[in-house]
């Protein structure tokens, strides 16, 4: 179903690249809910997505700051959503530090108070990394209720048009640069709506460490004499 070759277990190369720069780019598909099951063999359902490339998973949630968005997990295991598949679509020669200095730039691009559940979700991410790398596309199914819905926005509630978290992330640095994710909470709140998957997935219960936000790289301003 779809473009792309079904994986059953992914190598995504060496993350060290002192064996091989060589990696395969895999898309890893969740269901957000378990209508999914039904409506999947018919080519619809909702859907998170997130990118796997060097062996770590790379995905696009919301927040309610400007700043980044993209985050790191191990592959196949997105906290608050339920794994369906895995596809391949295709293999890069990329050294590992190439790879991370080019997400740590798209990050500047995917602030988590940008996130928007019909024109800029997860799966918008993913297909722009995948797009990047392979100059493929992730199958249309993925994100196909986005393009639904950006055609009738209009009619949709402004709850499912918008989704956010007022929990602000928070980055420490970690020995091998990946800075892990805290969350502080305007006015010292730590409510949190448990109605949404996204909101889940970005506010992580008891001390959830699994998640760890990639932090955006700095642009130099060069001040012309």
């Not at 998957?197 to 506010?203: A, D, V």
Request: proline fraction near 5%; charged fraction near 20%.
């Amino acid at each position: 179903m779809g473009a792309g070759e079904e994986v059953s277990s992914s190598s995504s190369g060496n993350q060290n690249g002192s064996r091989s720069d060589i990696t395969n780019v895999i898309l890893n598909v969740y269901d957000l809910t378990p209508i999914n099951n039904y409506s999947y063999w018919v080519g619809f359902g909702i859907f998170h997505s997130g990118i796997e490339v060097h062996g770590k998973e790379y995905g696009f949630g919301a927040h309610d700051f400007p700043i980044s968005g993209v985050f790191e997990v191990e592959p196949k295991s997105c906290p608050g959503f339920i794994y369906r598949c895995s596809i391949l679509l295709g293999c890069i020669n990329m050294p590992f530090s190439e790879f991370r200095a080019l997400i740590e730039s798209v990050a500047s691009e995917y602030h988590g108070d940008t996130y928007h559940l019909i024109s800029k979700n997860c799966n918008h991410f993913t297909e722009d990394i995948v797009h990047r790398l392979t100059g493929k596309h992730i199958p249309g199914w993925v994100n196909r209720l986005a393009r639904i819905g950006s055609l009738c926005s209009c009619l949709l509630p402004e709850s499912l048009q918008v989704t956010t978290v007022k929990q602000l992330p928070e980055y420490h640095e970690m020995e091998d640069g990946t800075e892990t994710l805290s969350t502080a909470s305007p006015g010292g709140s730590t409510e949190i709506d448990d109605t949404d998957p996204e909101k889940q997935l970005l506010s992580p219960k008891d001390g959830n460490s699994d998640i760890s936000f990639i932090k955006e790289a700095q642009m130099c301003e060069c001040k012309v004499p």
